[in-house]
């Protein structure tokens, strides 16, 4: 099993970063995705989770508005758009993968009960 995320970098505030998350080893329909990220200082806190075939989407408050997740099955890969970024954003970022059953989503956003994780990549948003 492997998730690879990718796309961080260096960025302004305001700019915009599309983060990927190449999947491989599991049955990714199955599955859904998330995304945390982690701050230096500062717990680990769920971005944004999708149950990729379930339509049922999670934000942060924070997230909410500037950032969208999606997938695309053929690919096996998920995404983070993030639009309008702010310093406060600067993180690494990590995708991870849960088996999709009742209850998914609260296990998502608790981010205690994912499967498998990747490595993460990182955010800077400069001021």
């Known amino acids: 099993v492997q998730l690879q995320a990718s796309g961080g970098g260096l960025v302004q505030t305001g700019g915009s970063l599309r983060l990927s998350c190449a999947t491989s080893?599991?049955?990714?329909?199955?599955?859904?995705i998330g995304w945390f990220r982690q701050a230096p200082g500062k717990e680990r806190e769920a971005v944004a989770c999708?149950?990729?075939?379930?339509?049922?989407?999670y934000y942060s408050d924070s997230a909410r508005g500037r950032f969208t997740i999606s997938s695309e099955a053929a690919k096996s890969t998920a995404y983070l758009q993030m639009n309008w970024l702010k310093p406060e954003d600067t993180a690494v970022y990590y995708c991870?993968?849960?088996?999709?059953?009742?209850?998914?989503?609260?296990?998502?956003?608790?981010?205690?009960?994912?499967?498998?994780w990747g490595k993460g990549t990182l955010v800077t948003v400069s001021s």
């Open positions: 991870a993968a849960l088996f999709r059953q009742r209850g998914w989503l609260r296990q998502c956003i608790s981010g205690n009960a994912m499967d498998y």
């Open positions: 080893g599991f049955a990714f329909n199955d599955h859904a």
């Open positions: 999708t149950g990729v075939i379930d339509a049922s989407t």
